[in-house]
């Protein structure tokens, strides 16, 4: 699945982080599944807070997973926190799936959902921020638009993809193979009917293996289109033109389903918010580049809506 774009108990335990005397981070365990980074600004009261969430797969708090470290994700919380915006970025309930004993064909995409409905009522609860905002990268996006919906203040969408997660992995797979696609598509419908298949092809086990099979039933069920449809709040949609993970014709999708939208295409962007100059090799070796600055126009589009918000 990672391949293929593929009681609320509050602790809080603050270490002496800081950076040029503005930015303050604070570890923030919300329950027993969600622990996460609070990095805000010193100087500023009640600023507006982003919650953070992450792409698909073990993909930890700063945007990293498996062989793979660009710290995205925490060098938006820091850009964000010069800013004067407060943010909360948070591991992924994999995370804990050995600690507590979770089996893979246990996880739900549920799961995730009600996740950042936790972190949402525990920072609601505090009152010490202006307004609450839900930022989802690609997986995310799905997983924040369904938790803001009557709870965060505004929504933004980071290259997320406009249609179910069979319809990508199915139009993904005919770009490579016709055969497996058409593969794909019988072992996603007889999964939507049946709650599982074993008609799939050896090449295609990474996604249909048995265990993730009940984690994808669960998440196929969502179309981001429904889902971003049904929010009534200020939605900013941003998506890169070099991502090759998640197309720009993705984003346009959101945007027709909720005119209300704003939409922003950042030139030559990558999925993990890069400008990329040069090629697909270039492209790819900044996924483990985490020195690498950021798309100089990214920062400003998400200062620029967040600060907007009413």
Known sequence: MKNYLIILTV??????????????ESEVSVNKFIDGTLTTPASTEHPDLVILIQGSGPTDRNGNGFMMKNDGSKIIARELAKNGIASYRFDKRIFKMNKYKIREEELSFEDFIEDVSAILDHFKAQDSFENIIIA????GSLIGMIAAANKADAFISLAGPGRSIDKI???QLAKQSPELSENAKDAFQEIQERGKTSNYSPLLQSIFRPSVQPFLKSWMKYDPREEIAKLDMPILIINGSFDIQVDTTEANLLTEANPKAELVILDKMNHIFRKIEGDDLENTKAYNEPNRPLHPELIPNLVDFIKSVK
């Open 169 to 171: 992995v199915i139009d």
């Open 136 to 139: 989802g990268h690609s997986e």
């Open 11 to 24: 602790l809080t335990f603050s270490f002496g982080f800081s950076q040029n005397d503005s930015i303050m």
